[in-house]
């Protein structure tokens, strides 16, 4: 565990260093920025290290990493002089309490999932072999942009921003990159828990100083701590309802006495739950060999006209920590955070922007402009996808205060377009570069048509959080008067039959006009819509998408109703000004716009989806609804504590009843996953590298592998394979660039084949060749140092290795492999 009170120290310091930055733009929250320091630091380091690096300032190694941090160091000593030395330092003084308590939240965090990896710390199956390569690929390039590690000759055409801080890490503190990679993981679960406590701690601190008379507020600070662990519980802990079914599914109930039929796991419809339960019987869920846990990411199902099943991920935060892929949108959770809390600090207008009269002018030279744009535009870097949905939030967490103090005039939209406009310019231009050398699957949106989420399936998938935050809806719109409530009811009614009524008659009308607007999408595209939906025809597909929106309404009329509650509830004002007789808070307000932008997230689904390479709705809903998860467990975790803290009366011990079966549910999943994903902690040898199960199993070809990270910087040849395999190891585990990895994923990077060329086909023909000249042809074309023999590519080609003994200077060998070095 040394390495990991390593990368302690380097995060302590980190934070410390950007502590001044956040105590100056956010000087009017709670706790000063603190919560988000270490955040703020590696945001800031990183992209120091990246642009230091992309202009030859810095060199890609430990030297490189120093020199980013005291650049960091002198930008932390300007904002200490902007913030005056004494008033920082008497704020530390004053809440020592404060301060101890979020470190043992973090460290707490950090240190126990550190010790879950290293119960099964092996790299290896999903897409933890390509992060890896990412990582040893970054840290290992001459410059930036840094290569890409599966296609030689290349750049990374993906968001490796995080790749790129762990690659940081990794070098400052001299670790391994197997160990880097688990102890990455487990520093991001420990900031995202860490970062989840401080914002809910901002929120019940106003809350508290909203409702409450200042001796009070100022007393129950020590109980709002307490209550903020519900944040991460709620956020990393808890798992969807799925676990839960899997025990009873395990004990065999809602089954007939032979256990061959059952209408209630038929109508419920989650992959394998239809199929009987293992013998014996037992409340503990163990079927699959063991893996069960996985069907948790795979809730809901779509399914085509002619009824084939089309697999959907849903991932949420305690399923991704425990699958351990350290992919973007894992690594991106502490900036999400960040974003959430920097809205609210929006949303109050504590964060001191240019006025709206002067911004356009002044919004360039003001650092709060700056520092926003920085830390909401990192999402660019660090995961696309994130940007659109946090870039709102705040937008939005602007303009209502502006509507509840100037009204839907003109004037409030000025407003908010010089907020917008110039905080979206500045997002881009910081993060342009990265931006120019990205491509994209992405092509476009499609609409859904038949494919519609089950009402129940979404159930599941959000049960834990959905109880608290309709608990805590129903409790404030009931401290409305009768006519109010009556409108409320109105209103849900009314919008929902317009949107209705809209998606109703937009769908058909859409779909009969599919062979004019479809030709944009290319060559065949009604052909290759009819084969993702699986329809013989276009009339065929218009029939069953009507009859699917007609039999299968109920989750867009509950998120519609929803929604309209939030909108009602975030734009009306209670009948007393006093908010400490009215219970409500602004706090309040931004929870229900936190609420608003994780239901709109789900509804955008049921109407378009991404285009991409998978064809159906797999990646959209996996990407929306992750968010979703983040956005609500913020809510439900600050509604549950609301109901715990703020909650008086008779009703209050049923709320809380309400909400702790909610936890309970949630608790199964992670506590059955996490004993049977480590085998109980009973491993006999605990280790946080994670290469060493390929050290093990793989003892010739890690050994060649090794020394050929010692040799000079260069292009390596290895067999090429399939994704989510053994393939691509060598550049993986060394860092050098391969002429080509995993097809698959370069073709979703590249967004087409062109970079790929003939790549395949000409590696095969490097290895099976008899000819020197053809062999040196490839060599050539690819620019290739070394070409690696070894078991995998003796099993993939027909392997002439004559040539190369020849013609090539062997540089290593052992009873399984052999390393080449070309000349050229």
């Given at each position: 565990m040394v390495d990991f009170l390593y990368w302690l120290i380097a995060i302590s310091l980190i934070g410390w260093l950007?502590?001044?930055?956040?105590?100056?733009?956010?000087?009017?929250?709670?706790?000063?920025?603190?919560s988000f320091s270490k955040v703020v630091g590696m945001l800031l380091w990183g992209y120091l290290y990246w642009t230091g690096n992309s202009w030859g300032?810095?060199?890609?190694?430990?030297a490189g990493v120093i020199s980013a941090i005291l650049f960091l160091g002198a930008v932390s000593f300007l904002f200490t002089r902007k913030a005056g030395f004494s008033s920082l330092w008497g704020w530390v003084k004053g809440h020592k309490n404060l301060l101890f308590a979020y470190e043992l939240v973090f460290v707490i965090a950090f240190l126990g999932w550190a010790i879950v990896r290293a119960a099964n710390p092996e790299i290896s199956g999903t897409e933890k072999p390509m992060e890896l390569a990412f990582i040893n690929a970054i840290a290992r390039s001459p410059a930036f942009p840094p290569n890409d590690p599966w296609l030689s000759g290349y750049a990374i055409s993906y968001y490796y921003f995080g790749y790129l801080i762990t690659a940081a890490m990794m070098q400052l503190t001299g670790t391994i990159s197997g160990t880097a990679f688990n102890l990455a993981i487990s520093l991001t679960f420990g900031l995202t828990a860490a970062g989840s406590w401080g914002i809910m701690v901002n929120l019940l601190a106003r809350k508290n100083e909203d409702t409450q008379q200042p001796a009070a507020a100022e007393k129950n600070l020590k109980r709002i701590m307490r209550i903020a662990l519900l944040a991460p519980v709620f956020l990393l802990i808890l798992g969807n309802a799925e676990g839960f079914l899997e025990m009873l599914h395990a004990r065999g109930l809602f089954w007939d006495a032979n256990l061959t039929v059952s209408r209630f796991w038929q109508w419920l419809d989650i992959q394998d739950l239809t199929n009987p339960p293992a013998l014996p019987l037992s409340w503990n869920p163990g079927r699959l060999g063991g893996t069960w846990w996985w069907r948790g990411s795979r809730v809901l199902q779509d399914y085509t006209v002619s009824g084939q099943s089309r697999e959907i991920i849903d991932e949420f935060p305690f399923f991704s920590y425990l699958l351990a892929d350290l992919h973007p949108h894992v690594l991106a959770m502490p900036a999400v955070l960040l974003a959430i809390y920097s809205a609210f600090c929006v949303f109050l207008h504590s964060f001191d922007l240019p006025d709206s009269r002067n911004r356009l002018l002044t919004v360039f030279t003001s650092p709060n402009s700056w520092f926003l744009a920085f830390t909401t535009g990192s999402l660019i870097f660090l995961?696309?996808?994130?940007?659109?949905v946090y870039f709102g939030l705040i937008t939005l967490a602007y303009i209502i205060p502006v509507i509840h103090k100037k009204g839907w005039k003109s004037e409030s939209l000025r407003d908010f377009l010089t907020f917008a406009i110039p905080f979206g310019v500045l997002c881009i231009f910081l993060y342009l570069p990265f931006l120019a050398g990205l491509s994209s699957q992405a092509g476009g949106f499609l609409p859904s048509l038949v494919f519609r989420t089950r009402a129940i399936h979404f159930m599941v998938m959000f049960f834990p959080l959905l109880v608290p935050t309709a608990i805590y809806i129903l409790i404030d719109i009931n401290q409305w008067g009768n006519l109010k409530r009556w409108l409320v009811i109105f209103l849900y009614g009314l919008i929902t039959a317009i949107v209705l009524s809209l998606v109703g008659l937009a769908i058909p009308a859409a779909a009969a006009n599919l062979p004019r607007w479809l030709p944009a999408l290319g060559n065949n595209a009604l052909q290759n819509l009819l084969g993702i939906f699986g329809a013989a025809d276009s009339q065929e597909l218009i029939s069953a998408s009507l009859g699917e929106?007609?039999?299968?309404?109920?989750?867009?009329?509950?998120?519609?109703?929803?929604?309209?509650?939030?909108?009602?509830?975030?734009?009306?004002?209670?009948?007393?000004?006093d908010a400490i007789h009215t219970n409500q808070s602004y706090a309040d307000q931004f929870i229900w716009l936190v609420m608003l932008t994780a239901i709109l997230l789900a509804l955008v689904p049921e109407f378009f989806y991404l285009r991409d390479q998978f064809g159906w709705r797999m990646n959209t809903i996996f990407k929306f609804y992750f968010q979703v998860w983040i956005l609500l467990a913020i809510a439900s975790a600050y509604a549950a504590g609301n109901i715990l803290f703020f909650?008086?009366?008779?009703?209050?011990?049923?709320?809380?009843?309400?909400?702790?079966?909610?936890?309970g549910t949630g608790l199964v999943y992670p506590i059955f996953a996490i004993k049977d994903k480590t085998n109980s902690f009973r491993n006999i040898e605990w280790s946080m590298d994670g290469n060493y199960f390929y050290e093990v199993t793989n003892p010739q070809d890690d050994q060649a592998i090794k020394f050929l990270g010692t040799l000079p910087y260069g292009t390596v040849a290895e067999a090429i394979g399939g994704s989510y395999s053994g393939y691509g190891r060598v550049s993986r585990l060394s860092?050098?660039?391969?002429?080509?990895?995993?097809?698959?994923?370069?073709?979703?990077?590249?967004g087409g084949s062109a970079e790929i060329g003939s790549r395949e086909?000409?590696?095969?023909?490097?290895?099976?060749?008899?000819?020197w000249e053809t062999a040196r042809w490839v060599l050539d074309q690819?620019?290739?140092?070394?070409?690696?023999?070894?078991?995998?590519e003796r099993n993939t080609y027909q392997v002439n290795e004559e040539k190369f003994t020849r013609n090539l200077t062997i540089v290593f060998k052992n009873d399984e492999a052999v390393i080449y070095s070309y000349a050229g």
């Open positions: 950007a502590f001044p930055i956040c105590f100056y733009i956010f000087g009017k929250a709670t706790d000063r920025g603190y300032i810095f060199t890609n190694n430990r995961n696309t996808w994130d940007f659109p929106f007609i039999t299968n309404p109920w989750l867009i009329i509950l998120l519609v109703a929803i929604s309209a509650a939030l909108v009602i509830l975030i734009f009306t004002k209670h009948e007393s000004e909650k008086r009366g008779l009703g209050k011990s049923f709320l809380v009843g309400a909400v702790m079966i909610a936890i860092g050098y660039p391969t002429v080509l990895g995993w097809p698959g994923h370069e073709l979703q990077w590249r086909s000409d590696l095969r023909l490097l290895y099976e060749t008899d000819s690819y620019q290739i140092d070394y070409v690696f023999l070894g078991a995998l």
